[in-house]
């Protein structure tokens, strides 16, 4: 037998047992419907590799990681150019997350594998809200002749929780339409207090990478100027501390647009301080 040490493809700080574990991260590496800058499917194992070179430790949450009780499964293994029957392989992997008792932490991989979590979570847990960063509204009802897309994914998901549960944070980039139907639901909000209406709800919250300005995110499918800095999103995570929150996932990471690597490390520590969350 060989006695190593061997080095840890997980995340840093998971527990290596599933049973024993709240919450289940789970590596999605999808990117089928990408339409700008391909190559977020690359992002879970590169993500993992870079948490290495975190601290356990979360000085904003005072906590550890091992503290948040996770388990990383590792990555869903997809057939390549079906996108439907890779969704279908999210929803019930999750659904079988919650079957167990657990929470799920997503990684991506494109946007569009949120709504497969979306159908899942929301079979467990009646009136689900979302909470959602990204600097785009994916509110299309389709795009290129496609229902499915990244483009469409929180439409989509909003029409599963309805619009009054939907909560949007650091858009400045879509369709007058999209704009449109932000306004007539008024999901858009841009103080902390516009989250309140959800407390006591269950809450999904889902990160989409490109909300961070592209000087600190330049890694990423469709990168757009003028967003958050990591600070002002690390606020945000800190009000919804208090907030019931049963799932989460962060997408959009395309770590070879961005050689320096430093995308991907601010990756990780997004995915760092949102454990600390659930």
């Known amino acids: 037998?060989?006695?190593?040490?061997?080095?840890?493809?997980?995340?840093?700080?998971?527990?290596?047992?599933?049973?024993?574990?709240?919450?289940v991260m789970i590596g999605l590496p999808f990117d089928g419907t990408v339409t700008n800058r391909p190559g977020s499917r690359f992002a879970p194992q590169q993500i993992r590799f870079a948490s290495?070179?975190?601290?356990?430790?979360?000085?904003?949450?005072?906590?550890?990681l091992e503290d948040c009780n996770f388990h990383d499964v590792g990555d869903l293994e997809f057939p390549i150019g079906?996108?439907?029957?890779?969704?279908?392989?999210?929803?019930?992997?999750?659904?079988e997350i919650y079957r167990d008792g657990k929470k799920v932490f997503g990684i991506g991989g494109e946007h569009l594998v949120t709504l497969p979590e979306i159908k899942a979570v929301s079979k467990f847990y009646k009136d689900l809200a979302i909470v959602h960063f990204d600097a785009h509204t994916d509110l299309r009802d389709g795009y290129l002749g496609q229902k499915l897309s990244h483009s469409t994914v929180i439409?989509?998901?909003?029409?599963?929780?309805?619009?009054?549960?939907?909560?949007?944070?650091?858009?400045?980039?879509?369709?007058?339409e999209e704009f449109d139907l932000m306004k007539k639901h008024n999901t858009l909000i841009k103080e902390y207090s516009g989250l309140d209406g959800l407390k006591g709800k269950p809450i999904f919250i889902t990160v989409d990478l490109d909300v961070l300005d592209t000087s600190i995110m330049p890694g990423t499918g469709t990168p757009e100027s003028g967003g958050l800095t990591f600070n002002e999103l690390l606020g945000w995570?800190?009000?919804?501390?208090?907030?019931?929150i049963v799932g989460a996932d962060v997408v959009e990471l395309a770590p070879d647009y961005d050689s320096s690597g430093a995308s991907t490390a601010v990756a990780a520590k997004v995915i760092r301080e949102l454990l600390m969350v659930l």
């Open 237 to 244: 995570f800190r009000y919804l501390k208090d907030f019931n």
């Open 52 to 64: 290495w070179g975190l601290e356990d430790y979360s000085p904003y949450f005072d906590k550890h």
């Open 82 to 95: 079906n996108t439907v029957e890779s969704l279908d392989l999210i929803e019930k992997n999750v659904e």
């Open 155 to 176: 439409r989509h998901s909003a029409e599963i929780v309805g619009f009054d549960n939907l909560r949007q944070i650091g858009i400045r980039s879509g369709l007058k």
């Open 1 to 23: 037998m060989l006695t190593g040490p061997f080095l840890d493809k997980n995340w840093m700080g998971q527990n290596p047992d599933y049973q024993s574990s709240d919450i």
